[in-house]
């Protein structure tokens, strides 16, 4: 594969350079997961990509080819979608709520897989609070299939998934740039298209981006603004909430724009130990779940199957609360 083609269509600037087909994002991202790319060309295409900004084609190739490569999970035995939260941020500011969305669903016998980061450079990650519950990373994705058929619920790095895609992840602590890998990953389900992703962005753009791209692939996702770059709805005020799925789009839930009336109660201290004693007692309906969570979770009820439709999944959240324990 001839390197210095792609680099030098890249890499001509905003204004002179070109977009990928296609089928040439697909190829080169092929090439750069197998680790075919000579370390000096991976690193000029990744600054010039960064530069350029991906377009969409470019990101649907891209993630046909990672899901031509990723180790697959099999959808657990039942009629749910099994939900998929990936989880790279962590928390700085406030409790991370990435397991406690999963506890909730697995409550509800909705099988749940989390993959993302253990370690979180100075932030919380869900790995960090699933291990104070006891729940440890799964070692492979046979343990991770394992853990999902008998208990419902796991968690797996990416390295597991995806051994490429990992590595194109941690070139960013030697290139101080993000670059695709830190795209794709929120969009990467291991069930290849039987799960129902969680899909979250921070800015704008790229929740369009993502919208068109998991579209263009008939993919099924809820797609929401992020909290602290995680798929969780910011606790104390719900963002938009639409429903991906056959190519369509559904509004299920619009955002919330009035002032506050009340703050939910959440914890001052985000690391994982208290977040992990404040999950257990919204659980145990000691603390009243945030609201948008719930909506959330009903969102998840629904577009996962355990509803059949929209209405009766908000109402099982409303009459069933958070009053029944994981543990």
């Known amino acids: 594969m001839n390197y210095a083609h792609y680099i030098r269509e890249l890499g001509r600037g905003s204004e002179g350079a070109r977009d990928l087909s296609l089928e040439e994002a697909q190829q080169l991202y092929g090439a750069m997961l ?13 600054i010039a990509l960064r530069l350029k900004g991906e377009s969409v084609d470019e ?13 697959a999970l099999q959808r657990p035995a039942g009629r749910f979608r099994p939900v998929v939260i990936p989880s790279y ?90 670059n695709s890998a830190h795209s794709l990953v929120k969009m990467l389900d291991p069930f290849r298209g039987d799960g129902l992703l969680l899909a979250a962005a921070t800015h704008p753009d790229y929740l369009d981006t993502m919208r068109e791209v998991l579209g263009a692939l008939g993919c099924h996702a809820l797609l929401a603004r992020a909290t ?13 909430i639409e429903h991906l799925h056959e190519g369509s789009c ?37 603390v009243m779940l945030p609201s948008p969570i719930a909506n959330q979770l009903a969102c998840c009820l629904y577009a996962s199957g ?22």
């Open 34 to 46: 197998d680790g075919g790319v000579p370390e000096l060309e991976l690193g000029a295409i990744t």
């Open 59 to 71: 990101m649907v190739g891209f993630l046909s080819a990672l899901n031509e490569r990723h180790y």
């Open 89 to 178: 941020n962590g928390a700085r500011k406030g409790v991370n709520l990435s397991p406690l969305l999963a506890f909730l669903l697995q409550r509800y016998g909705v099988p749940v897989l989390v993959h993302g980061l253990i370690e979180g450079y100075g932030r919380v990650t869900s790995a960090q609070v699933f291990r104070e519950f006891g729940l440890m990373p799964s070692a492979s994705i046979l343990q991770a299939q394992q853990a999902l058929d008998e208990n419902g619920i796991a968690f797996v790095p990416l390295s597991a998934i995806s051994p490429g895609l990992n590595n194109l992840l941690l070139l960013r602590s030697r290139l101080g740039l993000r």
């Open 228 to 240: 602290e770059g995680e798929p969780y709805a910011n606790p104390k005020r719900r963002p938009r």
């Open 250 to 286: 559904d509004l299920l839930f619009d955002a919330e724009h009035d002032s506050l009336k009340t703050l939910p109660n959440l914890p001052e201290s985000c690391d994982a130990k208290t977040s992990a004693d404040w999950t257990r007692r919204v659980l145990a309906g000691e």
């Open 306 to 327: 355990y509803a059949d439709d929209f209405n009766q999944a908000k109402a099982i959240v409303a009459v069933e609360g958070s009053g029944q324990s994981v543990r």
